[in-house]
C-alpha cells in the first residue's frame, strides 16, 4: 500500500488568522498568552485539514519562521539577545524584527537599539527567513520546548505526526559567520544536539522524522559533500526513522550521494526532477522509501492526474510498500483553500486546485494506486475534462501578443546614449543635490486608505467618491514629503493593494482571487495574481496618478513601476510554456505604461525589480541563461524612453554580490538596493567591480520598527562613500514604506533627510 503524507502545511490560516493575531499581540492590543492560544487552535484545525493522510507534520508551524524556530532549537541566539530574560517567542521576535511587542516588560530595554536579524529568500521562492548568524566561538545548546509542545497537542488529537527539522548542513549552508570563519567547522558542535534531538523524538514516540536538506539541489563544493557522509554517519545509532526530504529542483551530481545517505527514506521533488525518480528507485537500498512529490507545492494548477498516474503506476509495482507519495515540497507557498474562491472566474477555478485541493489529489492519486484507477473512475474523468479545457481554452492564447514577441529584437533593448551622456543631460533637467534623497515608492496603507479600496470594491463608494478620497491621500503624501525636505517625491501609491496584483489587475490574461494569501515572512501575506493567459494591456495604468501628484509640486516625482521580472516570480505562473516568453509578453505591456508616462511629462521613472534574484535557478550553471532573457526583460521595458529621463529600478532582501554584473548590464541610471540589515555587506561587491551608474544603499531598515538615527545613517553612507563616488550616491530607505506606521516614518525619514544634509557638507 503507497502511504501518503505531507513536508507542511501554511500557517497562516485560510482568513490570515495569524497575521492578524500577531499585529494584535505587536501593537499591545492582545496578551501573549492569547496569541500562543490562537497558534494552538490554527494547528489543530491544519492538522484536522490534513486528515486522511498517513502522516502529517508537526513543527512546521512557526509564528515567524521556521529557520529562526530551528535556531531557537538548537540553542544558537545572536549575543545581542542573549541577555533577555522572558518568554522565548518575544526573543524570537526581537531578533526577527529588533522588538516584540508595545507593553512588554523589558520594551524599553528591547526597543533601545537591537538590531534585527538579516532577511533573505528561501531558494528561489518568495518566502524570507531570517539568517542564522555563526562566529568560530558558536556553541548549541538543545531546547525541545516548541517541538515537545506541538507533539503533545498532536498526540491528544489522535494525529500521527512526522516532527519536521532542518537538516545541519541546510542549516549551516543557510547561515552566515559574522567572522568570516568556516561554517563548516561548526559542523562536530551541532551535531551531537542533533543527535540529542533524535533521541527526545524517541522519547515522544515518534516513528519518523523529516529532515529537510534542500541544498542537495544545489551544486555543492567537495567539502560540503563530504560533510554530508560524515554528518550522516553520526545518526547511524539513531532510534527513529529518517526521511530525507529534498525540494525545489534537481539533485544531478548529488543523487548519488543523496541515495547512500544511512536514512530511511528519500523524497524527491518530481515536479523539477521527474527523471531521477526511476534513478533513484534504482539506487536506494532495498529496504529504503522512495517519497515522490507527484503533485505541485508552489503552484496552483491542477495535477494531470492520469498522466501522472501512467508513470507511477509502473514505479508503484517495483517498490510496493516503499512507494510514498506528497507534494513536491513544504504548501507554505500556496493558499490554503479553493472552495473559498466563489467569486473567482468558474472557468479559471476549475483549472485551479490550492493548498487543500493538493492533499486531495494526493489521496486521489493513492487511491489509484492502492485500489485501481476504477475506485476514483469519476474524479480522473473531471480532472482531465479539466486539463483539456485550459489547453484548449481561447482565453489562453492571443495571436497578437504573439507575433509582438516574434518582433522583438536587440535594439529594442537600448538607451539611445550611454550612462555618462544621460547623466548629464538628466543633471540638467532635475537639478538634484549631492547625495538626493528619496523613497522607494509606498507611504503607510492606513485604515482609512484600506476602508476607502473595501468600500469601493464592495459598491458602497463609487468611482468619484474613490477618486477623490485617492487624491486627497496623495496630496497629504506629497505635502509630507515637501515638508521633510525630500529631493525626488513619489505619489505614495494609496491607491494600490499590492505591487505586483494592482499592475495584475489592469492587464489582460491574469486572473485573482480573494483568498489566496500566501506568507511572505512574519506577518506580511501577499495574494499572488494567476497568469493564465497571453499578456497585454488594454489601457494606460498609473498615469492618472502619476500625474495628478506631479502638479501638485515643483519637485521631481517618480512614476512608479513594477518591472517585468517581479510580475512574473510574484505571480502564479503558466506552466504551459517558457518562464521567458511571459515574461517578455510582461516587458511589452510594462514598456507601453513607461512611455505613456514619458508622453505626461514625467521626468523619474522607477521600475521595481526587487525578485531578479530569486529568480535565479539554484545551479550556477544555470544562470546565464535566466539572467540574459531576465536583463533583456528589463531593458526593453525601461530603454524606449529619451536621454533625459531617469530610470530607477529597487531591490531587496537577497543576495545581490554575486550578479552585479547583470545587473549593470540593466543599465538603469540609478538602482537602489536593500543594505541596512547586512550593515553595508552588499558593497563588498564593489571592492572587485566598479558598479558604472548611480546607486542608493537604503540605509533605513523599514521592516524593523527601530527608527534610525542620523548618526547611523551618516555611518553608513560614508562606509558606502569608500566604494562608491559621492557624486553617484543616493539617499533613500531600503524599501517602501506600506506596511510601517506614520508615527515611525516621518522621524525615520526626518533622520534621514538631516543625514544627507550632513554629507553635502562634508563633501563641499
Known sequence: MVTTHNLGFPRIGAKRELKFGLERYWKG????????????????????????????????????????????????????????????????????????????????????????????????????????????DTQFNLDTSRLSGQLREARELGVKAKPVIIGPLTYLWLGKARDDSDKLALLPRIMPVYRALLDYFRVMDVEWVQIDEPILVTELDPAWRAAFATAYEGFELRSVK?????????????????????????????????????????????????????????????????????????????????????????????????????????????????????????KV?????????????????????????????????????????????????????????????????????????????????????????????????????????????????????????????????????????????????????????????????????ILFGDISRPKAMTVEWITYAQSLTDKPMKGMLTGPVTILNWSFVRDDQPRSVSCYQLALAIREEVLDLEKAGVGVIQIDEAALREGLPLRRAQWGEYLRWAVESFRITANGVGDDTQIHTHMCYSEFNDIMASIADMDADVITIETSRSNMELLDAFDDFRYPNE??????????????????????????????????LWVNPDCGLKTRQWAEVIPALTNMVAAARTLRGQVQ
Open 29 to 136: 492590543e492582545s496578551s501573549l498568552d492569547e496569541l500562543k492560544a490562537l497558534g494552538a487552535q490554527l494547528r489543530a484545525r491544519h492538522w484536522e485539514n490534513q486528515k486522511g493522510l498517513d502522516l502529517v507534520p508537526a513543527g512546521d508551524f512557526a509564528f515567524y519562521d521556521q529557520v529562526l524556530d530551528m535556531s531557537f532549537t538548537l540553542g544558537n541566539l545572536p549575543e545581542r539577545v542573549q541577555g533577555f530574560h522572558g518568554d522565548q517567542l518575544d526573543n524570537a521576535f526581537r531578533v526577527a524584527r529588533g522588538r516584540s511587542a508595545h507593553g512588554a516588560e523589558d520594551h524599553a530595554a528591547c526597543c533601545g537599539g537591537v538590531a534585527a536579524g538579516e532577511m533573505t529568500k528561501w531558494f528561489d521562492t518568495n518566502y524570507h527567513y531570517i539568517v542564522p548568524e555563526f562566529t568560530a
Open 242 to 362: 529518517l526521511l530525507l526530504a529534498t525540494y525545489f529542483g534537481q539533485l544531478q551530481e548529488n543523487l548519488d550521494l543523496a541515495c547512500s545517505l544511512p536514512v530511511d527514506g528519500l523524497h524527491i521533488d518530481a515536479i523539477n526532477a521527474r527523471a531521477e525518480v526511476a534513478l533513484a528507485a534504482q539506487k536506494l537500498p532495498g529496504e529504503c522509501v522512495l517519497s515522490v512529490g507527484a503533485v505541485n507545492g508552489r503552484n496552483i494548477w491542477k495535477t494531470d492526474l492520469n498522466a501522472t498516474l501512467d508513470w507511477l503506476e509502473p514505479l508503484a509495482k517495483q517498490l510496493g510498500e516503499r512507494l510514498w507519495i506528497a507534494p513536491s515540497c513544504s504548501l507554505l507557498h500556496v493558499p490554503v483553500d479553493l472552495d473559498s474562491e466563489v467569486k473567482l472566474d468558474a472557468e479559471i477555478r476549475s483549472w485551479l486546485a490550492f493548498g487543500l485541493q493538493k492533499l486531495d489529489e494526493v
Open 695 to 728: 546607486i542608493g544603499p537604503g540605509v533605513y531598515d523599514i521592516h524593523s520598527p527601530n527608527i534610525p538615527t542620523e548618526a547611523h545613517i551618516v555611518q553608513l553612507m560614508q562606509k558606502a562613500a569608500e566604494r562608491i563616488p559621492a557624486e553617484r
Open 365 to 529: 492519486l493513492a487511491t489509484a494506486l492502492n485500489a485501481g484507477r476504477d475506485q476514483v473512475a469519476a474524479v480522473l474523468a473531471a480532472n482531465a475534462a479539466a486539463v483539456q479545457a485550459r489547453r484548449e481554452s481561447p482565453r489562453v492564447n492571443n495571436p497578437a501578443v504573439k507575433a509582438a514577441i516574434a518582433r522583438i529584437d536587440a535594439q529594442l533593448g537600448n538607451r539611445q546614449h550611454a550612462y555618462a551622456e544621460r547623466a548629464a543631460k538628466q543633471a540638467t533637467r532635475l537639478k538634484l543635490p549631492a547625495f538626493p534623497t528619496t523613497t522607494i515608492g509606498s507611504f503607510p496603507q492606513t485604515a482609512q486608505i484600506r476602508q476607502a479600496r473595501s468600500q469601493f470594491r464592495s459598491g458602497a463608494l463609487d468611482d468619484a467618491g474613490y477618486r477623490a478620497a485617492m487624491r486627497a491621500e496623495i496630496e497629504r503624501i506629497v505635502r509630507e514629503q515637501e515638508q521633510l525636505g525630500l529631493d525626488v517625491l513619489v505619489h505614495g501609491e494609496a491607491e494600490r493593494n499590492d505591487m505586483v496584483e494592482y499592475f495584475g489587475e489592469q492587464l489582460d490574461g491574469y486572473a485573482f482571487s480573494q483568498f489566496g494569501w500566501v506568507q511572505s515572512y512574519g506577518s506580511r501575506c501577499v495574494k499572488p495574481p
